[in-house]
Structure formats: structure tokens, C-alpha cells
């Protein structure tokens, strides 16, 4: 069991940055890749970026990138999604999630099993 805690939203103009982090607890967060997911309202919640294990690797959605970056630090339980050069179109609650599958074996699953724990969430907002 894990427990995963998103923080660092908030409220920005077009163009600026954020550094959201999702904070892990109840198991080391090396043992899991973790993605990142935003659902904005009246709308489909959809992948945005991941990273794996060890952070040797990482994917992103075309929309994303070259404007937000994941790490993670294993030593502190936690991932962060930078996300700079935000647009009004990157508004949405950004959700983390961990899977117990290695991150290469995740396409090759169903979506909605991919991801065992997910966070509560944190808002970000961006202004134009």
C-alpha cells in the first residue's frame, strides 16, 4: 500500500511555472513508476507525463513537451512535475498515480489497471 499526496498548484498567468510534487508514503516510491494525469472540468481525465523506477526513463504527451518535465527523488519519496510555459489550456486537477508494473510493461495493459494508487490531487489554474 501506498499513499500519495499532490501539492504545489495553484493559480498562474499564461506563461508561468509550477513545480507540483506528489509526496509518497507507506512504501518506498523506488518500487514504482508513477505517472501524472490532469482531468480539467467536463473532460476525460488524460495521461501527461512518467517516469520509471529508477527515473532512467520518462514519456510525455505531445501536448507537454518541452514545457513540463518529470523527476523524482527516491530519497525523498517523491516526483515532481515541473510544468513551465503554462497555458490557459493546462488548467485541471493534476492527479499522481503509482503502478506496481515497470513502466515499459504499461502499454500493454489496460489503462484502468496500469495504476494502483492515485492522490487526491492539486488544482492548477492558469489565468490568461
Known amino acids: 500500500q501506498v499513499q500519495l499526496v499532490e501539492s504545489g498548484g495553484g493559480l498562474v498567468q499564461a506563461g508561468g511555472s509550477l513545480r507540483l510534487s506528489c509526496a509518497a508514503s507507506?512504501?518506498?516510491?523506488?518500487?514504482?513508476?508513477v505517472g501524472w494525469f490532469r482531468q480539467a472540468p467536463g473532460k476525460e481525465r488524460e495521461f501527461v507525463a512518467a517516469?520509471?523506477?529508477?527515473?532512467?526513463?520518462?514519456y510525455y504527451v505531445d501536448s507537454v513537451k518541452g514545457r513540463f518535465t518529470v523527476s523524482r527523488d527516491n530519497a525523498k519519496n517523491t516526483v515532481y512535475l515541473k510544468v513551465n510555459s503554462l497555458k490557459p489550456e493546462d488548467t485541471a486537477v493534476y492527479y499522481c498515480?503509482?503502478?506496481?508494473?515497470?513502466?515499459?510493461?504499461?502499454?500493454?495493459?489496460?489503462?484502468?489497471?496500469?495504476?494502483?494508487?492515485w492522490g487526491q490531487g492539486t488544482q492548477v489554474t492558469v489565468s490568461s
Open positions: 507507506g512504501r518506498t516510491v523506488s518500487n514504482f513508476a
Open positions: 517516469i520509471s523506477r529508477s527515473g532512467g526513463s520518462t
Open positions: 498515480a503509482a503502478s506496481r508494473n515497470r513502466l515499459y510493461e504499461i502499454p500493454t495493459m489496460d489503462p484502468t489497471h496500469a495504476y494502483n494508487y
